[in-house]
T-cell receptor, first 118, second 109 residues
Framework: GAVVSQHPSRVICKSGTSVKIECRSLDFQATTMFWYRQFPKQSLMLMATSNEGSKATYEQGVEKDKFLINHASLTLSTLTVTSAHPEDSSFYIC??????????????FGPGTRLTVL | TQLLEQSPQFLSIQEGENLTVYCNSSSVFSSLQWYRQEPGEGPVLLVTVVTGGEVKKLKRLTFQFGDARKDSSLHITAAQPGDTGLYLCSRGNTDKLIFGTGTRLQVFP
């Protein structure tokens, strides 16, 4: 149980285009999902908290117009990187918290999406 | 966003050696998690500790939560190449997780 998937696993795009990344909780419902960014050899940095049916909460320094988040259902959140530039190239990871349990804020992570902007 | 400090940052050891990784903060945690992340994959939860002084074991991995709930350690006995990865601690005081700086472990056969 507690499986989270991400699609696509890898994407290469041209500068100026937009890229959408999907995050799905496969066997549980997630009122809250999280989006992280990870640069090579570094830890995860939280970008935003995605709340089902409401606006996402962005961390300081993260541009909400650049990284659009939509959480339309209890099993799906999407992150759209708009007008991508090479500096947006990174490993993007989502996580989800089971709405029905998890006493200690345990989150389950997706396998990540490697974005390369040329 | 405050990161938790982990040490060492990097560790390269031979198969069969023991090692300890530390996670420290000036703040008290209500709970702390340890994750392992392999290259190109998402982190996988290893354990959650919640009580000061708590010790949990997962095969060759021993996790300890400090008495004051401000620090934690992960000890690996007889490391194997399969233990290679990035080890991350995180605290869950609020709705969101804050991750440590990470310890990258390489175990050579």
């Amino acid at each position: 149980g507690a499986v989270v998937s991400q699609h696509p696993s890898r994407v290469i795009c041209k500068s100026g285009t937009s890229v959408k990344i999907e995050c799905r909780s496969l066997d549980f419902q997630a009122t809250t999902m999280f989006w992280y960014r990870q640069f090579p050899k570094q830890s995860l940095m939280l970008m935003a908290t995605s709340n089902e049916g409401s606006k996402a909460t962005y961390e300081q320094g993260v541009e909400k117009d650049k990284f659009l988040i939509n959480h339309a259902s209890l099993t799906l959140s999407t992150l759209t990187v708009t007008s991508a530039h090479p500096e947006d190239s990174s490993f993007y990871i989502c996580s989800a918290r089971d709405s029905s349990g998890g006493l200690y804020n345990e989150q389950f992570f997706g396998p990540g999406t490697r974005l390369t902007v040329l | 966003t405050q990161l938790l400090e982990q040490s060492p940052q990097f560790l390269s050891i031979q198969e069969g050696e023991n090692l300890t990784v530390y996670c420290n903060s000036s703040s008290v945690f209500s709970s702390l998690q340890w994750y392992r992340q392999e290259p190109g994959e998402g982190p996988v939860l290893l354990v959650t500790v919640v009580t000061g002084g708590e010790v949990k074991k997962l095969k060759r991995l021993t996790f300890q939560f400090g008495d004051a709930r401000k620090d934690s350690s992960l000890h690996i006995t007889a490391a194997q190449p399969g233990d290679t990865g990035l080890y991350l601690c995180s605290r869950g005081n609020t709705d969101k997780l804050i991750f440590g700086t990470g310890t990258r472990l390489q175990v050579f056969p």
